[in-house]
């Protein structure tokens, strides 16, 4: 069975931090990208940031550019998303999605790659 499971999320002051966590099982994990990927009340998806299955290419958007952090752990199975200096704009349902392809915007569409079920960030003003 193919699994993503995501961790971490919860309610957090304006300027907090938070670190999501993503373990994966039932594929290939480590030949994937890795995608973090949000949705704010009553949007649409917004890739966060994006990781290749090394771990050595990043890309961040840039409204989080320098606040987030990604990272994977492949022998745990596992990738991260620290989140620095939040704001109420970074509140959603964060996902982690993998796919085997680099998608340069994204995996916007749930047919996309492997979703986890997602986790709440709610960040207070």
């Known amino acids: 069975e193919v699994q993503l499971v995501e961790s971490g999320g919860g309610l957090v002051q304006t300027g907090g931090s938070l670190r999501l966590s993503c373990t994966a099982s039932?594929?290939?994990?480590?030949?994937?990208?890795l995608y973090w990927v949000r949705q704010a009340p009553g949007q649409g998806l917004e890739w966060v940031s994006m990781?290749?299955?090394?771990?050595?290419?990043?890309f961040y958007q840039s409204s989080v550019k320098g606040r987030f952090t990604i990272s994977r752990d492949n022998a745990k199975l596992t990738a991260y998303l620290h989140m620095n200096s939040l704001s109420p704009e970074d509140t959603g349902v964060y996902y982690c999605?993998?796919?085997?392809?680099?998608?340069?915007?994204?995996?916007?569409?749930?047919?996309?790659?492997?979703w986890g079920q997602g986790t709440q960030v709610t960040v207070s003003s």
């Open positions: 999605v993998s796919n085997e392809s680099w998608l340069p915007n994204g995996p916007l569409r749930r047919d996309a790659g492997y």
């Open positions: 990781i290749n299955g090394f771990g050595d290419l990043r």
């Open positions: 039932g594929f290939t994990f480590a030949n994937n990208w």
